[in-house]
Structure formats: C-alpha cells, structure tokens
C-alpha cells in the first residue's frame, strides 16, 4: 500500500494550502489516517486525525480552527485544508495510515503507512 500526499507549495502568511493523501488500495487493517509534520532537528509532529469512518476527527490543540482534516471514502483520499497559514507552520507534512487508539493517535509510531511528504513554506 502506498500513500501519496501532494498539494505542497510555497505561499504567503495568511494564506491556505489543501493538501491531499490518496491510497494507493483501500486498508482494510486500519482504522485512522492522520498527517504529520516535521522540520529539521526536530520531531514529527501530530498535526490532525481522522476515523476511517470519517466520523470522528482529531487535532492538535495549537491547530485547532484553522487546520481541517476530511475524508472522501470513496476516493481513499484524506485533505487537510490549512487557512490562515504562518511561518510556523512551514515543514514537511506526512500523510500516515494505521491502527490507533484515543493514546497512541498522536503518537508516529502508532501508525504502519506513511506517505513520502510534501513540503509546504509559508514566506512573503
């Protein structure tokens, strides 16, 4: 299975980005998909959580409202849409597959696919 994130690019504080994860196959081992990012020196961080279901999503408290995570089932295909973007939140963004609880969805580790990342840079 791979996953493949996309929707990267260079754009101004205060903008939006859409990025996008699509399967490569439907998982039928897991039950959350999630994004993460990283920059350098430092660890991967949760960004946002999804259900499989679609139904339940989750997100880092420092992302909460401007960050949203959805899901089109029918295309296998996990969006994060991020508005009111800021130098901070300049990293490479992951898409990750796996099976997680309500203590282990932050958690990397907790999931088993990962897409290859997209580099996203907030500067004027």
């Known amino acids: 299975v791979q996953l493949q994130a996309s929707g990267g690019g260079l754009v101004q504080p205060g903008g939006s980005l859409r990025l996008s994860c699509t399967a490569s196959?439907?998982?039928?081992?897991?039950?959350?998909m999630g994004w993460f990012r990283q920059t350098p020196g430092k660890e991967r961080e949760f960004v946002a959580a999804?259900?499989?279901?679609?139904?339940?999503?989750y997100y880092a408290d420092s992302l909460k409202g401007r960050f949203t995570i959805s899901r089109d089932k029918s295309k296998d295909t996990v969006y994060l849409q991020m508005n009111s973007l800021t130098s901070e939140d300049t990293a490479v963004y992951f898409c990750?597959?796996?099976?997680?609880?309500?203590?282990?969805?932050?958690?990397?580790?907790?999931?088993?696919?990962w897409g290859q990342g997209t580099q996203v840079t907030v500067s004027s």
């Open positions: 196959r439907s998982i039928f081992s897991i039950n959350t």
């Open positions: 990750a597959a796996g099976r997680a609880i309500a203590s282990t969805r932050r958690d990397p580790n907790a999931y088993q696919y």
């Open positions: 999804i259900s499989w279901s679609g139904r339940s999503t």
